[in-house]
């Protein structure tokens, strides 16, 4: 049984209660376990230091983002029953914990205790932290869904824009940066951001709250916005019943596959930016701070993009947007790997619109099972489709890392490195261009009856 502070009942708003206060609390959250987007601040000074290969420094970020679907997957039901003071709480204690095991790990050159410190525990920590304020906002935000998660979404992806300078000032004060990093001195990063982050998480889950279930926003309308064709479903699907359909595995696939595309630069994003211009900094120091900055653009690139081009999917369609993620996407995919580092600015612009378009799909997604599945379980359903963000996650940086890794034992230099793995993500986002168009309306032998979703239909429940 939850705890008494946790308990959802202690946490309902009282009449009058602002829900302008829920996207701050939410944001706490997302922000901060957002700072997985900033792994690759961390990859130099662990190869460095800890004598290990691009992959396997890869590996915490990995298993991280693997248990983040996961998770979200196994827990979303229990998120949804227990409240979201609850899943913020085990969120908070989980990725804290996850930064301290690490810690511990790396003063006693433990590699293996940063893997399952920062992969997995943190992991947990990612993927419960992620659904529980996507939820909550839905709830308070019935009449504005496209704006309430991107709200959400947006502080996931936008986390790393604070955590990518902070650890590279935590590094360079920590005496860990450099080609002789203190692998202390990284130790001592873990354990004050760790800190910092407990704090900044507890915002979050002392300043939820839920709507009672017969709260409603001013003036809003359930039947008016059905009749506007807010929800594009003609019927409600179960989440047991979602998984059975091929829309949810081609939405499965084009998720993973967008994901794939993102999340490979985002977690080399510092070397891959050093390799392709090495002389454009006067010292490895002044590289380093340029390789830091890129990552925090394209972490800010990643979190305006979930708001920007879902809030434009409200208007020209869910599956129009994913073939503007995945099409254009593989354009600029194969601009870079033509051009290589010819052109500073067009490589920067590229990169930018490939992070934007990756923090879309997960923004957009959420929209679009709505549109598929209405709105009964549509949390469950997100939580599953998720997995494919896990799978995304060995994908990308396996592809990435692994590729480059093989062509630097050929003695391959610079971009020339990335191009074999450039190819293979410009093959997958074809793939899930073509899985797009075939997505068509989900057949009603799937839909639930009429009497057991009408609360659902109205915006009380939404998983």
Same mark, same amino acid.
């Given at each position: ?22 996207? !701050? ?16 601040? $961390? ?9 290990? @290969? ?5 590996? !915490? ?6 248990? =983040?679907?996961? @998770? ?28 301290? #095991? ?30 529980? &304020? ?30 990518? !300078?902070?650890?590279?000032?935590? =590094? ?26 407990? %704090?900044?998480?507890? #915002? ?12 409603? &926003? ?12 807010? #929800?594009?479903?003609?019927?409600? %699907? ?15 696939? %084009?998720?993973? $596959?967008? #994901? ?38 394209? @972490? ?30 593989? =354009?600029?995919?194969? /601009?870079?790997?033509? /051009? /290589? ?52 996650? %060995? ?32 093959? =997958? ?33 939404? @998983?």
């Amino acid at each position: 049984m939850t705890a008494g502070f946790l308990e959802r009942r202690r946490i309902v708003a009282r009449p009058g209660w602002s829900r302008w206060l829920v996207p !701050p609390a939410a944001l706490s959250i997302h922000l901060a376990i957002g700072q997985a987007y900033a792994w690759s601040v $961390f990859k130099s000074p662990l190869e460095a230091g800890m004598q290990i @290969s691009g992959v396997m420094s890869a590996l !915490p970020f990995t298993l991280g983002i693997i248990m =983040l679907g996961l @998770s979200a997957a196994v827990f979303g039901t229990k998120v949804d029953t227990n409240g979201p003071r609850w899943a913020m709480v085990v969120a908070t204690a989980c990725f804290v914990t996850g930064f301290l #095991v690490s810690a511990l790990g790396l003063y006693l050159r433990q590699y293996w205790m940063l893997v399952i410190g920062y992969g997995i525990i943190g992991g947990i920590g990612l993927g419960i932290g992620y659904i529980s &304020p996507v939820s909550t906002l839905m709830k308070w935000f019935p009449d504005r869904p496209g704006l309430s998660t991107g709200i959400a979404i947006m502080g996931f992806g936008g986390g790393a824009l604070i955590a990518s !300078p902070l650890t590279q000032q935590l =590094l360079g004060a920590n005496g860990a940066t450099g080609q002789s990093p203190d692998v202390d001195g990284i130790a001592r990063t873990f354990l004050i951001m760790g800190v910092i982050y407990a %704090v900044f998480m507890s #915002v979050g889950w002392l300043l939820i709250r839920v709507p009672a279930d017969d709260w409603r &926003p001013a003036g809003w309308d359930p039947e008016s916005a059905k009749a506007k064709g807010k #929800v594009v479903a003609p019927g409600h %699907v179960s989440a047991n019943n979602a998984i059975k359909t091929p829309q949810f595995w081609l939405l499965w696939v %084009v998720l993973c $596959f967008n #994901v794939t595309a993102g999340i490979g630069i985002l977690e080399r994003a510092a070397p891959i930016f050093k390799d392709f211009f090495p002389g454009g900094a006067t010292s490895p120091t002044a590289l380093a701070a340029a390789a830091a900055g890129f990552v925090a653009m394209l @972490s800010l690139a990643n979190s305006l993009g979930r708001i920007l081009w879902s809030t434009t999917s409200d208007w020209a369609g869910r599956k129009n947007m994913y073939r503007l993620y995945l099409g254009v996407g593989a =354009l600029l995919y194969l /601009t870079i790997t033509l /051009t /290589t580092n010819s052109n500073k600015v067009l490589f920067l612009i590229c990169t930018i619109l490939i992070l934007s378009f990756y923090g879309a799909g997960f923004a957009t997604v959420p929209a679009y099972l709505r549109d598929l599945f209405g709105t009964y379980q549509v949390g469950a359903i997100h939580g599953r489709l998720l997995t494919a963000w896990s799978t995304a996650g %060995v994908l990308g940086p396996l592809i990435v890392n692994a590729v480059a890794d093989a062509e630097i034992a050929q003695g391959v230099q610079g971009p020339a490195r990335y191009t074999p793995a450039f190819m293979i993500v410009i093959v =997958l986002l074809a793939i899930g261009f073509v899985a797009n168009e075939l997505i068509r309306p989900v057949n009603p032998r799937f839909h639930e009856p009429a009497e057991a979703t009408v609360r659902s239909a109205e915006g009380v429940k939404t @998983s």
